[in-house]
């Protein structure tokens, strides 16, 4: 009785793309197979006929679809948010800082206003430039008043004009 070897098949592996095919195997030799498709297998292998086995289980008909890649975004790179997350618009910008200038220039604090007494700070500190503000002086309050202020009516704006050109407060 003679025995004819099996003739090889070709494996299809569930990562590979759908034209892609690995090497045949033989009963002698193996293969190893990674996600970068590469095989080992004898070269006298490849020459022999080869059998292509298919099941609708490895290969999807359906594309899957990644949720991280955003079309047309960070040219085609992988991202999470849209390219402009921040939609940042000039008007925000300049309404808010007119609208916490106006503010703060009246003058409720002893007769002085907010941007007066950080302005005339400013002035003071920089009268003895090379030595930095001591820890104790008033330039640090309203440093920080002044900017929480300018920060809080930017964001505010921000929220505000954009939720009205996207029809957010719309019922």
Same mark, same amino acid.
């Given at each position: 009785?003679?025995?004819?070897?099996?003739?090889?098949?070709?494996?299809?592996? +569930? #990562?590979? &793309? $759908?034209?892609? !095919?690995?090497?045949?195997?033989?009963?002698?030799?193996?293969?190893? @197979?990674?996600?970068?498709? $590469?095989? =080992?297998?004898?070269?006298?292998?490849?020459? !022999?006929?080869?059998?292509? /086995?298919?099941?609708? #289980?490895?290969?999807?008909?359906?594309?899957?679809?990644?949720?991280? !890649?955003?079309?047309?975004?960070? *040219?085609?790179?992988?991202?999470?948010?849209? &390219?402009?997350?921040?939609?940042?618009?000039?008007? @925000?910008? *300049?309404?808010? =800082? %007119?609208?916490? =200038?106006?503010?703060?220039? %009246?003058?409720? %604090?002893?007769?002085?206003?907010?941007? *007066?007494?950080?302005?005339?700070? %400013?002035?003071?500190?920089?009268?003895? #430039? +090379?030595?930095? +503000?001591? /820890?104790?002086?008033?330039?640090? =309050?309203? /440093? @920080?008043?002044?900017?929480?202020?300018?920060?809080?009516?930017?964001?505010?704006?921000?929220?505000?004009?954009?939720? !009205?050109?996207?029809?957010? #407060?719309?019922?």
């Amino acid at each position: 009785m003679i025995k004819t070897p099996k003739q090889p098949t070709t494996i299809i592996h +569930p #990562f590979n &793309r $759908s034209d892609q !095919r690995e090497a045949p195997m033989a009963a002698a030799t193996s293969t190893v @197979v990674g996600l970068a498709t $590469s095989s =080992l297998s004898s070269p006298s292998s490849l020459n !022999r006929k080869q059998t292509t /086995l298919n099941s609708a #289980f490895l290969r999807s008909t359906t594309t899957t679809r990644n949720p991280l !890649r955003v079309s047309h975004a960070s *040219g085609g790179k992988y991202t999470c948010f849209e &390219r402009d997350w921040l939609r940042r618009d000039l008007n @925000v910008i *300049g309404f808010g =800082l %007119i609208g916490w =200038l106006a503010p703060s220039s %009246i003058p409720a %604090i002893n007769g002085d206003s907010l941007t *007066g007494l950080f302005f005339g700070s %400013i002035g003071t500190e920089l009268a003895h #430039f +090379p030595t930095p +503000p001591a /820890l104790t002086s008033q330039f640090w =309050l309203w /440093l @920080v008043t002044w900017h929480l202020g300018l920060f809080i009516c930017l964001t505010f704006g921000q929220i505000g004009f954009k939720g !009205r050109t996207e029809d957010y #407060f719309e019922k």
